[in-house]
């Protein structure tokens, strides 16, 4: 590996090379705002760049920035461009049309560049590419807001169906979801910060549970409750964002520690404010005279069927919330049974919670390159959506319940079960990264991929 030996510098106009750099910028920014990883952001970038003439780009990303460099050799000045991102929110229609563009502009294995004159080898020119991007980034979304609001409810409802809950909780998750979703929209728009937005929410499905015992309190029997402590785990499960876990131990793999360091922060208080919240109504409902005990060691349904069904609907839930097309939204419900019934397999086999979710995540990362090959459908997405009811979320409301226990002996669980979420988090990075790697290699690896991962190996002995 040589180390701090001058490159070639692209013999391209300055002009040309400002447009180039400020169009991959652009794009990068767009596709780290709606969800991409690091590396993901990185190869794309590298593979726009390189389809116009400009090799020689430098792509540097941060958790809130992201700056593209060109060096222009000796005698010309080098170009830096960067950009802050403002705005994180998972948005698969606008990243599958993100995925398309680039794909025109730069090609893949089974799809040529899209190019301004057939007789040529150039591709479309940057401003018709700028263009497109434009159009792209501010087009409607493919379903009104209240959709959005109705996902969410369905992922609750898919929440409680895979712990075996009844129809009545399926009413009472799915109502307190969708408070959450208008709570959370209302205190955005007013300006309040993400950790009290999180606590507010933890508050409503917490005051679900706290009435319901209330009743209860009095000798009557809601028929299909059941454990009351899962209205509250299905709307803590709904807004831990498992996710970022997972984003962060993709980043980290990755070997992007900087990026993977912030998400991890993010997900420390996106998850201390749900503590917050919780504990608030809890204690307002003792004060009140109204005592509740959460139940932390709620378990997965013992019915095959019923659970993957779950899995099925969470996918569904999940893709809804993020304006997902209905034929990525049908793919990713498929693929989450074969990952949850690939999971239940693993765990039958005496596997730990862990290693199963790596095997099953690995599983659903190579079909879902496969299905994106074949039928264009966004790999990300539906590979994304497929794994959701394998997220660690469990886990970490058992951490929350322990810690508001206030005991030393607990503590130590609370301990246990973080390093349980970060242990699944990271089996299901690795399995996606290592089940698409596997995939890539059948199909064609992208050579803008190769070079994104190469850049952030860490050491090598050669």
């Not at 263009?131 to 980034?137: H, M």
């Not at 019915?303 to 793919?331: D, E, I, K, P």
């Not at 690995?362 to 959701?388: D, E, F, K, M, N």
Request: net charge neutral; charged share 15%; hydrophobic share 55%.
């Amino acid at each position: 590996m040589p180390l701090a030996v001058p490159g070639h510098d692209d013999d391209v106009s300055q002009q040309h090379a400002r447009a180039v750099l400020d169009l991959a910028l652009r794009i990068g920014e767009a596709a780290l705002s709606t969800g991409a990883s690091a590396a993901e952001v990185v190869a794309t970038v590298l593979r726009v760049t390189s389809a116009y003439g400009v090799t020689s780009t430098s792509v540097d990303i941060t958790y809130t920035s992201i700056a593209v460099s060109m060096q222009r050799g000796l005698a010309e000045d080098p170009i830096s461009v960067m950009r802050v991102i403002k705005v994180r929110s998972m948005d698969f229609t606008r990243l599958e049309g993100l995925q398309g563009l680039v794909d025109d502009l730069c090609g893949s294995p089974d799809r040529p560049v899209a190019q301004a004159n057939p007789h040529t080898a150039e591709p479309i020119a940057v401003e018709e590419a700028r263009t497109r991007l434009s159009n792209l980034l501010t087009a409607p979304h493919p379903y009104r807001r209240w959709v959005v609001t109705a996902g969410l409810s369905t992922t609750a409802i898919g929440v409680v169906i895979l712990f075996g809950g009844g129809f009545t909780m399926w009413l009472i998750a799915g109502l307190s979801a969708a408070l959450v979703d208008r709570a959370q929209r209302v205190l955005y728009d007013i300006g309040i910060a993400s950790f009290f937005r999180q606590a507010a929410s933890a508050a409503i499905p917490t005051m679900f549970a706290v009435v319901l015992q209330y009743i209860e309190s009095f000798g009557v029997d809601i028929p299909g409750v059941g454990s009351i402590s899962l209205v509250v785990v299905s709307g803590i499960i709904v807004l831990l964002a498992g996710l970022s876990v997972m984003g962060a131990a993709q980043d980290a793999i990755d070997g992007y520690y900087v990026t993977a360091g912030a998400r991890g922060l993010e997900v420390f208080m996106m998850t201390l404010g749900i503590a917050v919240g919780v504990a608030i109504v809890l204690s307002l409902a003792a004060s009140a005279g109204v005592t509740m005990i959460i139940n932390p060691d709620i378990g997965n349904s013992t019915n095959a069927l019923t659970s993957t069904l779950g899995a099925m609907v969470v996918a569904m839930g999940f893709c809804m919330t993020h304006y997902t097309g209905l034929r990525a939204t049908m793919v990713a419900a498929g693929l989450a049974a074969v990952g949850w019934l690939t999971f239940a397999a693993a765990g039958a086999l005496a596997l730990d919670q862990a290693p199963a979710s790596a095997v099953a995540a690995a599983i659903v990362g190579a079909l879902a390159y496969t299905v994106h090959h074949r039928l264009r459908v966004p790999g990300v997405v539906i590979s994304t959506a497929a794994i959701v009811a394998l997220l660690p979320g469990l886990a970490v409301y058992r951490a929350i319940f322990m810690l508001m226990l206030d005991s030393s002996g607990l503590m130590n669980i609370a301990l246990v079960q973080m390093a349980t979420a970060l242990a699944v988090g990271l089996g299901l990075a690795a399995g996606l990264s290592i089940g698409g790697y596997a995939a890539r290699r059948r199909f064609g690896l992208d050579r803008a991929a190769v070079r994104a991962r190469r850049r952030s190996l860490g050491a090598y002995q050669d």
